[in-house]
Structures are given as structure tokens and as C-alpha cells.
């Protein structure tokens, strides 16, 4: 399916050509100040976004655009540092080629990770959650024009069900404190309003961000298994008012995604230990 794609097989055979053909056991999209998990990796090796054809550019500061390939417990992980959002390219489908380039170098397991804004009392800013299902708040979906029956994607159990076991026995066996709830995704760029937090909340919503989503709903197209965990930054507008704590802002996502990028760090070279 992927490779039936022109841009997705260009793309394909470039990293294929710049990094071999050695399997990954899994692939990352790192978020908002999640870059230096790239740290993390040995035997690293990185191509700037921009030599990848067809892939697209990231602008948003905290993201560095590249694509990292490199060892983490021993096991071959392909790194996306840095996403394409929909707000930048006014395409819900901006990461179209980046998630069909995971199913083209043979489909590995894909964990996408954000910054989220938080709408649970116990989860405040630097705790880490697993997303379990989601809400599309946005009115995109990155699938519009596409012509095939393929594009009637099953979204039951969208965030694998599997995978999301293995993230919470390896959060456990690593000590690192694991929340979990429902994403709702708001296209941004501005940050939500108090009263759109309201709502959001009533429609079940845990956790809100401006990202993810399309990329779950582009691997299950691409028939990769996919989770997504959430860093939350700070509670969602309002959330906790009168506080200050509820007005979210950019440098202070960055900051204490950094800080918690550490437990990710862990999280995932405990995950990557045992069986996905
Ligand atoms: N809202 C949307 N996106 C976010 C937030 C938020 O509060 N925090 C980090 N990313």
C-alpha cells in the first residue's frame, strides 16, 4: 500500500539507501522537546529532513527535523525528531510520508509522542500518559481525497491494544508513573479557550494537543500498529483557574518537555528490553 505511493517509495529508497536494510523493532516520533532522545541512541546516524524526498520541513522551534537511525537496548529504532503538524501546512496530511516511509521499511511498531495539555487532576505538568483512544476535534482528517475503500479506516482499538500493554509493564518495571486517557486534537496553532477546555472535557476528553491524531489514523491506513504517549506540559486553559497554572505557553511546553524527556527516555529502552 505505501509503496504504491510514488513520494513514499522516493522516500523509501533514499533512507534505505543512506541507512540499509537492517529491520528497525521500532519507530519514534519524538515531540515537542522530546528531541534528545536521539541522545539516547548508539551506532546514531541522521539525515536532515530536508535530503529526504518528499518529506516535509518542520518548522516549529523545539523540533529539529531529523531522521535518526541507532540502537536503544540493543534494538535497531528509526527516530523521527520533530513532526509536521496541519497547522503548519494547512494539510491534515503533512505526515503522510513520514508514516508511510515506517510501513515501506518493513512496518515496525510506531509510537508517536506530543506535548499535551492536561484536563486530569492527577496528572499535572511532567507526568507522562498513555493515550488510549481519541477525540477529533479539528475537522481534518488526512485521509480527505483519498480514492480507495482502504480509506474507510477501522478505528476501534486504533492505539493497539498490545502495545499499550507492553508500555505499562515496562513503565512499571522502570518505575516511571504512567497516567492514561483520551487525546482530544485541536488544530492550534492559538491554544485552546477555557470554554473550548469545557467542552472538550464533556466529550471525554483527558488530554489535548495539536498533533497525533492524523498520524494515528495515517498508520492504521498504512496498517501499522500504533500508541501514543502524551507528555503533559501543563494543565489545559483553565483548567485550574485563578491558579495561572491554565493559561499554556509554548516556552514553557518546551521546558518541561525537556525535563521529562528523560522518563521517555527510560520508558522506551524498557519497552525496547522486552517482547513489542
Ligand atoms: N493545548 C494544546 N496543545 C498543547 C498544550 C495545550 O494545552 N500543551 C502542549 N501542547
Request: proline share 7%; glycine share 12%.
Amino acid at each position: 500500500m505505501s509503496e504504491s505511493d510514488p513520494r513514499i517509495a522516493a522516500a523509501a529508497a533514499y533512507v534505505r539507501a543512506r541507512l540499509g536494510d537492517e529491520p528497525f523493532a521500532l519507530a519514534l516520533v519524538a515531540g515537542t522537546g522530546l528531541g534528545p532522545l536521539a541522545g539516547r541512541l548508539t551506532e546514531a546516524v541522521a539525515l536532515p529532513y530536508g535530503e529526504i524526498p518528499h518529506f516535509p520541513a518542520s518548522g516549529v522551534s523545539g523540533h529539529a527535523g531529523r531522521l535518526v537511525a541507532g540502537r536503544l537496548s540493543g534494538r535497531r529504532v528509526l527516530l523521527f525528531q520533530g513532526r509536521a503538524h496541519a497547522y503548519e501546512h494547512g494539510d491534515a496530511a503533512a505526515m503522510r510520508v513520514p508514516v508511510g516511509l515506517v510501513a515501506a521499511l518493513g512496518a515496525p511498531p510506531l509510537l508517536l509522542t506530543n506535548a499535551a495539555g492536561s484536563l486530569l487532576p492527577e496528572a499535572g505538568p511532567g507526568r507522562l500518559a498513555l493515550v488510549t483512544d481519541h477525540v477529533n476535534l479539528s475537522g481534518m482528517n488526512p485521509l480527505y481525497g483519498e480514492a480507495s475503500d482502504a480509506r474507510f479506516v477501522p478505528m476501534v482499538d486504533a492505539y493497539d491494544p498490545a502495545l499499550r500493554a507492553a508500555l505499562k509493564r515496562a513503565a512499571r518495571a522502570c518505575g516511571v508513573p504512567l497516567a492514561e486517557g483520551v487525546y482530544a486534537w485541536f488544530s492550534g496553532p492559538s491554544f485552546e479557550t477555557p470554554a473550548e477546555i469545557r467542552m472538550a472535557k464533556a466529550l471525554g476528553a483527558d488530554l489535548v494537543g495539536m498533533s497525533t491524531v492524523p498520524e494515528v489514523i495515517l498508520a492504521r491506513f498504512f496498517g501499522l500498529r500504533v500508541a501514543a504517549l502524551s507528555l503533559v506540559t501543563n494543565y489545559a486553559a483553565g483548567f485550574e483557574a485563578g491558579t495561572g497554572i491554565g493559561a499554556p505557553h509554548h516556552a514553557e511546553t518546551k521546558r518541561v518537555a525537556e525535563q521529562a524527556a528523560d522518563d521517555v527516555g527510560r520508558l522506551v529502552a524498557a519497552l525496547l528490553s522486552r517482547d513489542l
